[in-house]
C-alpha cells in the first residue's frame, strides 16, 4: 500500500471539517484540515451566527418598542440601534474563539491554511509543497449567488457575506429574494428601523416551506411594516445620487422603479467549486455542486464530500449528518447510505418558522385526502396567553397508519418545539404517542400535545372495536 502524510485531508474548515475530521481522529487516523479564510466557515463568519444575533438584537429592540403590552413603560428614551452591529461581531467572535486551532491540533488534526489545489486523486498542492493523502474529504461550502442582473456590477451591493461588516445601519433597504437568508435579514433591519422591501420572484416567501404558514408569517410581518413584494422581478440596478434604483416588473407585467440607500442580495447559494482543480483528481461537479453517490462517495473513489458543496440541503445540521455518514463510509466495511427522509429546518425570524417532513400540498399529492391534517394556534394554549405570544399556529399531517407526514410550526420557539415531532419520525412512532407522555405546565409543547390527543381522541372514536364496546354497553344501560 502506498505511504501517504495523511490517513484523511478535510478540505474547508466549517461545519463539515471540523465535524469529519474529529470523526477521523476518532478513528484514530491521521488527519490534517485546510482552510483558506477563517476557520468556522460560512455559518460562523457570515450566516448562522451573526444573523441569529442581529435577530436576537432586532427582537429585543421591538420589545423594546412595545413595552406597553406588558404593562411597563420606557420613561425618557428611545431605542437606538447605533451599536447594534458590535453586538453581532462580538457574538461571531465568541464563537469563533471557541474552535481555535490548538483546540484541533490537540486533537490530533494539523490545521493548515492556503488554498489547495488537486494534482491528481491522491496529491494536493499547497503554499508551493505537495502534500499527499490516503483521502480527502470535499467541504468547502457555498458562497452568495449574484445573478447577472443589468447594471448589477455598477452599483455597491451586499450579500450575507459582507453585510455583518457595516458600521451604520442604512436608512433603507432592498432585499433581492425572499428565501430563508433574505426574509431573516430583512425581518431584523426592519424591526431596527430601517425601511426594508423585499423582492421576490415567486409567488411567495419561503417556497420551501408549508404554505399555509410562510402566507401566515409574510401577513405578520408585512403588520411590522415590512414591504414583500412577490411575483416581482428585477430587471436593472442602477445609481440614483447616494441611492439606489432598482427597475422591476410586477405580476401585473408592469415596470416599476424602486429607490434604496442599500441592496442586499439573496437570490442563492452557488457550490464553491472554482480553484481546486478538481478535473485533474477526477471529480465530476456541475451547477448544483460535486456529484456524489448515495454513500457521498465522489466519482474519485478515495475522494468524499458534505455540506452545502454537495447539497441538496444547505444547513449546518445537515452538513454535520453529511460529515459523520461520509467518514464513515470513508473508513468502515459497513457502508451507510445517506437520507435525507428526516431533514428539519427553521427559519428563525420572530416568529420562528420550522419544518419538518411534508408539507401539506406535499402530503396530498401523495395521498389524496386520505391524510389527516390537525392545527392549534398558539392562542389555544396558556403559554402563548401569558407570553403574548398568540400569533401562531402549529399544523400536523398524519399518513393514514397513523405515523406522522409532516410537522410545521410557525410561532415562539418552533425550531425547539419541532424536536418533539422529530424524535416520532426518527423512531417511526405514531403521532398518538406524544399524547401519552408527561408534559411540563405551562411550556410551548402544548402545541404538540394538545393536537396529539386529538387525534388519539379521534381514533378511539372511529376504532370498530370501541364502537361495538359503546354500542353494547349503551344497551345495557
Given at each position: 500500500?502506498?505511504s ?28 490534517a ?14 450566516g ?42 462580538g ?66 451591493f ?6 455583518f ?11 433581492l ?9 430583512a ?12 423582492v ?5 416567501i ?12 409574510a ?16 430587471l ?11 427597475t422591476?416588473?410586477?405580476?401585473q ?12 442580495i ?12 478538481l ?8 451547477p ?20 452545502d ?37 427553521c ?19 401523495r ?9 392549534m ?20 399531517i ?8 409532516g410537522?410545521?410550526i410557525?410561532g ?27 408534559h ?18 379521534d ?8 364502537k ?10
Amino acid at each position: 500500500m502506498p505511504s501517504y502524510d495523511y490517513d484523511m485531508i478535510a478540505i474547508g474548515a466549517g461545519a463539515g471539517g471540523f465535524v469529519s475530521s474529529k470523526v477521523a481522529a476518532g478513528f484514530g487516523k491521521k488527519v490534517a484540515m485546510i482552510e483558506k479564510n477563517r476557520l468556522g466557515g460560512e455559518c460562523t463568519n457570515a450566516g448562522c451566527i451573526p444573523s441569529k444575533a442581529l435577530l436576537k438584537a432586532a427582537a429585543a429592540a421591538h420589545q423594546a418598542k412595545h413595552l406597553h403590552t406588558y404593562g411597563l413603560e420606557l420613561n425618557n428614551g428611545s431605542v437606538s440601534a447605533r451599536n447594534v452591529m458590535q453586538y453581532v461581531r462580538g457574538a461571531v467572535k465568541k464563537v469563533y474563539d471557541s474552535h481555535p486551532a490548538p483546540v484541533f491540533e490537540k486533537a490530533g488534526i494539523t490545521v493548515l491554511f492556503g488554498s489547495p489545489r488537486f494534482l491528481d486523486a491522491h496529491h494536493i498542492e499547497l503554499g508551493g509543497r505537495t502534500i499527499s493523502s490516503r483521502y480527502f474529504m470535499l467541504c468547502t461550502g457555498s458562497s452568495a449567488f449574484v445573478p447577472p442582473l443589468e447594471g448589477l456590477s455598477t452599483v455597491p451591493f451586499f450579500t450575507n457575506e459582507n453585510i455583518f461588516e457595516i458600521e451604520t445601519l442604512p436608512p433603507s433597504l432592498i432585499v433581492l429574494g425572499g428565501g430563508p437568508i433574505g426574509i431573516e435579514l430583512a425581518s431584523a433591519y426592519n424591526r431596527l428601523g430601517v425601511a426594508t422591501t423585499v423582492v421576490e420572484m415567486g409567488d411567495r416567501i419561503l417556497a420551501r416551506d408549508d404554505r399555509e404558514l410562510a402566507e401566515l408569517l409574510a401577513k405578520q410581518l408585512a403588520a411590522e411594516g415590512l414591504q414583500i413584494l412577490t411575483s416581482t422581478r428585477a430587471l436593472k440596478a442602477v445609481r440614483a445620487g447616494q441611492e439606489i434604483a432598482l427597475t422591476v416588473e410586477t405580476r401585473q407585467k408592469q415596470q416599476e422603479e424602486l429607490k434604496a440607500s442599500a441592496l442586499l442580495i439573496a437570490s442563492g447559494r452557488k457550490p464553491n467549486v472554482e480553484g481546486l482543480d478538481l478535473e485533474k483528481a477526477g471529480v465530476q461537479y456541475g451547477p448544483k455542486g460535486v456529484v456524489t453517490d448515495h454513500h457521498l462517495r465522489t466519482t474519485a473513489p478515495n475522494i468524499f464530500a458534505c455540506g452545502d458543496v454537495v447539497g441538496p440541503y444547505q444547513f449546518s445540521h445537515m452538513t454535520e449528518y453529511q460529515a459523520v455518514t461520509a467518514t464513515r463510509n470513508m473508513f468502515l466495511p459497513f457502508k451507510k447510505k445517506v437520507s435525507y427522509d428526516l431533514v428539519a429546518w427553521c427559519t428563525f425570524t420572530d416568529p420562528e418558522l420550522a419544518h419538518a417532513g411534508m408539507t401539506e400540498e406535499e402530503a396530498r399529492e401523495r395521498y389524496g385526502d386520505k391524510v389527516s391534517v390537525y392545527r392549534m394556534g398558539y392562542g389555544e394554549m396558556d403559554r402563548g396567553r401569558t407570553d403574548s405570544t398568540e400569533a401562531g399556529l402549529a399544523k400536523y399531517i398524519i399518513a393514514p397508519d397513523g405515523k406522522l407526514l409532516g410537522a410545521h410550526i410557525l410561532g415562539e420557539r418552533a425550531g425547539d418545539i419541532i424536536h418533539e415531532a422529530q424524535v416520532l419520525r426518527h423512531l417511526n412512532l405514531p403521532f398518538s404517542a406524544i399524547a401519552q407522555m408527561i408534559h411540563i405546565y405551562p411550556t410551548y409543547t402544548d402545541v404538540v400535545r394538545q393536537p396529539a390527543k386529538r387525534y388519539y381522541i379521534d381514533r378511539l372514536r372511529n376504532n370498530p372495536f370501541v364502537k361495538l364496546a359503546a354500542k353494547i354497553l349503551g344497551k345495557r344501560s
